[in-house]
Antibody, heavy 120, light 110 residues
Framework: EVQLVQSGAEVKKPGATVKISCKVS????????IHWVQQAPGKGLEWMGL????????RYAEKFQGRVTLTADRSEDTAYMELTSLRSGDTAVYYC?????????????WGKGTTVIVSS | QSALTQPASVSGSPGQSITISCTDT?????????ISWYQQQSGKAPKLIIY???TRPSGVSQRFSGSKSGNAASLTISGLQAEDEADYYC??????????FGGGTKLTVL
């Protein structure tokens, strides 16, 4: 069974950094990109970026460029999303999700999400 | 602002059909060929229901269908059921390997 298991909820103070993990199982890690998507309370899905676990290549949305770092550890089949300089507007659920590297152009499986609360 | 525009809300009665549009408002409108649709029920992660404009993944009801004409894609749900009440998002893969989501449409089953 394909699974993307995300780390638990986080509470952070403004200005802090959060790092969320996404451990995958049930498929070959390097055959799929890992995307990260932000969903603020009551709002829509916002794409943050993707990482290619094969070579670590990344793409970032302009909104998050400079504050987000996506990495992938092939030895642990785990992807990470680090977001710095947190502010209240970063309070959201963060999802990891996978997309095939070849032949297909859609996200097919999502993690359950990680809640991040930014509050002083 | 998303380059994919969806209506904020749609509604329908059980048994009826509804259609949700997804219009490409990017500068090179119509360039998104790989449109996918996701259903997100309250408090849950999104779920893929349509990919490559009109292909249903295994296990997704035949009541869900997708199409595209010019720079607008559409999701149609026929035979509405109470369980269809959810938020629906269109999404596209771009030529620069990035991804864009529409703003989402809230479906209310009356």
């Amino acid at each position: 069974e394909v699974q993307l298991v995300q780390s638990g909820a986080e509470v952070k103070k403004p200005g802090a950094t959060v790092k969320i993990s996404c451990k995958v199982s049930g498929y070959t890690f390097t055959d799929y990109y890992i995307h990260w998507v932000q969903q603020a309370p009551g709002k829509g899905l916002e794409w943050m970026g993707l990482v290619d676990p094969e070579d670590g290549e990344t793409r970032y949305a302009e909104k998050f460029q400079g504050r987000v770092t996506l990495t992938a550890d092939r030895s642990e089949d785990t992807a990470y999303m680090e977001l710095t300089s947190l502010r209240s507007g970063d309070t959201a659920v963060y999802y990891c999700a996978r997309q095939p590297v070849y032949y297909y152009y859609h996200i097919d499986v999502w993690g359950k999400g990680t809640t991040v609360i930014v509050s002083s | 602002q998303s380059a994919l525009t969806q209506p904020a809300s749609v509604s329908g009665s059980p048994g009826q059909s509804i259609t949700i549009s997804c219009t490409d408002t990017s500068s090179d409108g119509g360039a998104y060929n790989y449109i996918s649709w996701y259903q997100q029920q309250s408090g849950k992660a999104p779920k893929l229901i349509i990919y490559d404009v009109s292909t249903r993944p295994s296990g997704v009801s035949q009541r869900f269908s997708g199409s595209k004409s010019g720079n607008a894609a559409s999701l149609t749900i026929s035979g509405l059921q109470a369980e269809d009440e959810a938020d629906y998002y269109c999404s596209a893969h771009t030529s620069s390997k990035t991804r864009v989501f529409g703003g989402g449409t809230k479906l209310t089953v009356l």
